[in-house]
């Protein structure tokens, strides 16, 4: 799987279509295998340009998927194009609708306490086949008992929502207690669990979402400027090929 990767400013992600890594997670929950999904945004890129220990913890995960449409427009500049933007938060969605469909036991961490109940209390209400066999808020002290809990449940799928890079570092760390499929997935629950809106479909088919979430947390323009900074790096990678 490894072999198929594109380097973007340092981070190397998987190249396939949505169809196909939705096809490779059905196989890993039927096998019950033990994966790790990263899903880099600019932002993530520049953080593990300037971390050493985080760039090698993303670059060894099972699956890296462009979550951006920055990381789309980068590797066509690059000239080496990606098939297509698989987020994070349709992974997700993905995940849980085929833990209902093979009735998989799934486990929640991460989020503001209300976030995280509103998730599990969805995934009760509307995925009735999930075995939601734990769930914690990301406001924790002592993260041992936690992963206890998940080796003792031992879940097939574990959604981490610390925030990037937390959640990350926690499933590098963590991962060989239980054989699951673990992905950090930063504010997803948020959305889930409809404490949030997502942007629009027509927003989301012109690859704005990004001014959305600015516009309804203007808070968010620190973040934002990593956008501009990376594309610059970009620029100047694709002039250097060009040299070579």
């Known amino acids: 799987m490894h072999k198929n990767r594109v380097n973007i400013l340092g981070t190397e992600f998987d190249n396939f279509t949505a169809k196909q890594f939705h096809q490779y997670l059905d196989d890993d929950l039927d096998l019950k295998a033990n994966k790790f999904i990263v899903t880099p945004n600019p932002e993530i890129v520049l953080s593990a340009r300037k971390d050493n220990n985080f760039s090698k913890i993303i670059n060894n995960a099972d699956y890296v998927i462009p979550d951006g449409i920055g990381i789309i427009k980068g590797a066509k500049s690059l000239g080496t194009p990606l098939h297509e933007r698989i987020t994070g938060f349709d992974t997700l969605q993905y995940l849980i609708t085929a833990a209902n469909r093979k009735q998989a036991k799934v486990f929640l961490l991460g989020a503001k306490p209300e976030v995280i109940q509103a998730s599990a209390d969805k995934i009760k209400k509307d995925y009735p086949q999930i075995d939601l066999v734990g769930y914690h808020d990301g406001y924790f002290k002592d993260e041992s008992k936690i992963v206890e809990e998940i080796a003792d449940k031992k879940p097939n799928i574990v959604l981490v929502a610390l925030g990037s890079p937390k959640q990350e570092l926690f499933i590098n760390k963590y991962r060989d207690q239980a054989d699951a499929i673990w992905i950090g997935v930063g504010g997803s629950f948020d959305v889930f669990s409809g404490t949030k809106k997502r942007a629009p479909q ?39 090929n060009t040299k070579d």
């Open 202 to 240: 027509i927003v989301q088919k012109l690859n704005l979402e990004w001014f959305y979430r600015l516009v309804k947390e203007p808070t968010r323009i620190g973040r934002m400027l990593a956008i501009p900074k990376y594309m610059n790096l970009i620029s100047k990678a694709k002039k250097s």
